[in-house]
């Protein structure tokens, strides 16, 4: 088996079987490749892998600080039933901090977030779309509003839960009109698919 290692000033090291387009990818950009016992000096960065709701795969992010900035670059792997991974997306950090929120309760939405200046915003993706090599994933949504400061629940209907910021009051007459909402935990309903105000 081969260990895969992104070699730089951080490491991303996978234990598990790499796959041929991940080789071609490290041979393409003279990534080194590396056995387990020459990475005793480097620190390893762990694989972060999260199983799909309804599905038998999961999804994997690995990240890294950027060099440059206080964001990261991340890098998406798909894993099947086998544990086998697929080299998706990259996200090389320019001005903000991304990273997997996770998914819609039934798995049909995944969702990245990301923080520019502590602000979260979310994106949202067609699963199936996401984690097919072959797409170049656009967003569905994106929830991006002072309001929120995170969010709590998604449906895969696109019915969202969120929080929201702890500047703001949660007394009724303080917020713009949505509804329902509940006072008691400072949270509102809102549809991702529809503008919010």
Known sequence: MLDYCYQTKWTVHLNAPVPAA???????????????NELS????????????PQHKQKLCVASTHSKLNAVNDV???HSDQGDNLTLLHV????????WLEGFSLGGRYTIIG??????PSYLIYDTEQFIDTEYDPKPVAVISDYLFSGLNSLTDAGIATMSLNHSISCEPDNLPKISPLDSAECKVTIDIFKPTF
Not at 22 to 34: C, N
Not at 114 to 119: P, W
């Open 75 to 77: 890098v998406f792997y």
């Open 41 to 52: 000096h480097v620190n390893q960065l762990p694989l972060s892998c999260e199983p799909i």
């Open 22 to 36: 991940l080789l071609l990818t490290t041979m393409l950009l003279k990534i080194p490749t590396v056995e387990a």
């Open 114 to 119: 990301e923080a520019e200046e502590g602000h």
């Open 91 to 98: 996200r090389k950090g320019d001005v903000a901090v991304t």
